[in-house]
């Protein structure tokens, strides 16, 4: 196995297990350039693509969910309908600020130490919200409130800082806002459709000058690789996310941030 592979099915393990984490995939696929040492450039179009195989782990665990929210729109439910209603809200203010901010944003992607700093806040943040929030009672995404998913969707804008975390701060969000933990994680998942689809289809826009003249630098076979690995990783992670939050909670995860954020801080640095 050579290296361009290696960093294929390295890079698919990390997209994996932190996408649905509240710990920022984006943010360890930044440190990881770092930590690695390849070109980002040449490795972008990877980055965007593996992030599809994350979203059909969610298809795949949560196709009854789905299924069951298709059937229901045809014979228009209110719960379905509410469903797709509260997803589309909770996507529109990312979808609207994000295209604003487009630049500002990627100018950001660049910048490790902001990584690192937004890792040590956000580990801060889940700490205060655990502490204060008080858990709502068990709810599916279809009987929450529309202004409860319109707050979402704006807290999840926090994520277009890198190592915020997208998954982190709509959970954050929604236990702040009385939303049960489970419920909570279920619609970060469900959000992350939506937005990374969009996400991922500008990106590719963006690149399609490249992709016809077939320089977008990883071959095909090492994105297939990355695809595949995140697809698999991911599956695994929101099964046991969801049990373990269930009955944890996120402390964990935001000492993690915090010792991730401090220790790569350091070490950049000091290199």
Known sequence: MDSTTITAVLLGIVEGLTEFLPVSSTGHLILATELFGYDAHQWALFNVV?????????????WRTFWAVGMGLL??????????RNLLAAFMPAAVIG?????????????????CGALIVGGIGILIVERFAKGG????????PLRQAIGVGFVQCLAMIPGMS????????????????????????????????GASTIELLGQ????????????????????????????????????????????????????????????????
């Open 99 to 115: 295209l604003i901010f487009k630049h500002q944003i990627e100018g950001m992607l660049g910048s490790p130490l902001v990584v």
């Open 166 to 197: 997208r998954s982190g701060a709509t959970i954050m969000g929604a236990l702040a806002m009385g939303i049960e933990r489970r419920t909570a994680a279920e619609f970060s998942f469900f959000l992350a459709i939506p937005t990374m689809l």
């Open 137 to 144: 009672e068990p709810s599916g995404i279809g009987q929450l």
């Open 50 to 62: 593996i992030q599809l195989g994350a979203i059909l782990a969610v298809v795949v665990q949560y």
């Open 75 to 84: 014979r228009l439910e209110p719960l379905s309908i509410r469903f797709v």
């Open 208 to 271: 399609r000058h490249e992709l016809a003249a077939g320089t977008t630098g990883v071959g095909w076979s090492e994105i297939a690789i990355g695809f595949a690995v995140a697809f698999i990783v991911a599956l695994a992670v929101i099964k046991l996310f969801v049990a373990y939050v269930s009955r944890r909670g996120f402390t964990p995860f935001a000492w993690y941030r915090i010792v991730v954020g401090l220790a790569a801080g350091a070490w950049l640095l000091n290199a």
